[in-house]
């Protein structure tokens, strides 16, 4: 079932056209105010709008307007709203609770996995051209790994990150993952429409069939949680549990993004280093992460922007490197309209199915040439 929508889900969505199942989410805000409904584009035609999981088509009249830049819901609509009380819950000092916490430390964010039942499906036909941010490809820089693709020969694929990278909430996740703790090899499992991969396994299928003459083999050493200081600690002890990599995505920052950004960098530049005694001849690319919920101020004031600036520049001084502009095209969704919690997986720090599908796209166009 995955194989057979590969393409729609790593359609680009600044290509326009078609826009396939974007998420949308009604919300009630700290003023109790609904929100929500925006789309990345004017909708010059709406295809489909569905429930979390197809089963429930909604009616345009009945369910939900249409507006210059999205829906709203009607009077009655079958669409859900995710309260205000879902979500945000009184804070008792719960020490496990305390980097959750809001302003004045009286309500904190509650972690939702489930948070995908509030959210609807729009299949629809964009009205303009993207007049934003789009990734440059870089994939000329990553010349080794080409001439592998191109002449057939074996290649491979290191994931190395974080939860995101180890593809938590993506709804078809059945990914091979590190448990931070412990180090012990674990699975990132879900099984819900639209059964969708993680993105790494997206990334990794659509190189398989444009490249169908090479040998294209994948490991994923990502865990929840971690940090890039992790990853430095860790590298040489999980890195001797797989073949000898040709190509490493590298993808920390969620859980480290108050780390100043040269010590950041230099935590990047020592697992590079070590791989690189490996394989000489291993190319990287590297990531920052996604926007999280800013209404927790935990997740205020982040240097993921500054991040980016830095592996950007980094990758295009090192031969065999590129860097993607993950942290930018979801400032853009967010300079859309596309607010928060129309692509969170969880209300505080994941993607949901659509958000997953950017950071693919994103990803891929990167390292096309």
Request: charged residues 25%; aromatic residues 12%.
């Amino acid at each position: 079932m995955a194989e057979n929508r590969l393409n729609e889900w790593l359609a680009p969505v600044w290509k326009g056209g078609e826009i396939w199942e974007e998420s949308v989410c009604f919300y009630e805000d700290a003023e109790k105010q609904e929100r929500g409904g925006n789309l990345l584009y004017t909708p010059k035609k709406i295809t489909k709008i569905t429930n979390h999981d197809g089963t429930v088509v909604y009616e345009e009249g009945k369910d939900y307007t249409v507006t210059k830049r999205g829906i709203v819901r009607t009077e009655g609509s079958r669409i859900p709203v995710l309260t205000r009380e879902e979500y945000i819950k009184p804070y008792n000092d719960e020490p496990w609770a305390g980097w959750l916490c809001l302003e004045g430390k009286k309500e904190f964010t509650m972690i939702l996995p489930f948070v995908f039942k509030y959210q609807s499906l729009v299949t629809y036909e964009a009205a303009e051209s993207w007049n934003g941010l789009v990734p440059e490809r870089m994939g000329a820089r990553l010349t080794k790994t080409y001439e592998r693709l191109e002449s057939g020969k074996p290649l491979h694929i290191v994931y190395f990150g974080d939860s995101i990278t180890a593809g938590w909430e993506a709804s078809g996740a059945d990914e091979p993952a590190v448990d931070m703790g412990s180090l012990n090899p674990m699975k990132v499992q879900s099984d819900r429409y639209p059964y969708m991969p993680v993105w790494a396994e997206l990334v990794t299928r659509k190189l398989r069939e444009e490249y169908p003459q090479a040998e294209i083999t994948k490991d994923n050493l990502s865990s929840g949680g971690s940090t890039a200081q992790w990853g430095v600690e860790h590298v040489n002890e999980l890195f001797d549990r797989v073949d000898v990599p040709d190509l490493v995505f590298i993808g920390f920052g969620m859980n480290c993004m108050w780390d100043p950004t040269e010590q950041f960098m230099g935590y990047i530049d020592e697992i590079i280093t070590e791989l690189k005694k490996r394989n000489p001849n291993c190319e990287f690319v590297l990531y920052p992460a996604m926007t999280a919920n800013t209404e927790i101020p935990t997740y205020q004031n982040d240097g993921l922007l500054n991040y980016e600036k830095a592996l950007t520049d980094y990758a295009k001084s090192h031969e065999g490197m590129a860097a993607a502009p993950v942290h930018s095209m979801f400032q853009e969704m967010e300079n859309r309209g596309k607010k928060y919690f129309n692509y969170t997986g969880n209300c505080v720090n994941h993607p949901n199915d659509f958000a997953i599908r950017l950071y693919g796209q994103t990803i891929f166009e990167t390292i096309s040439k």
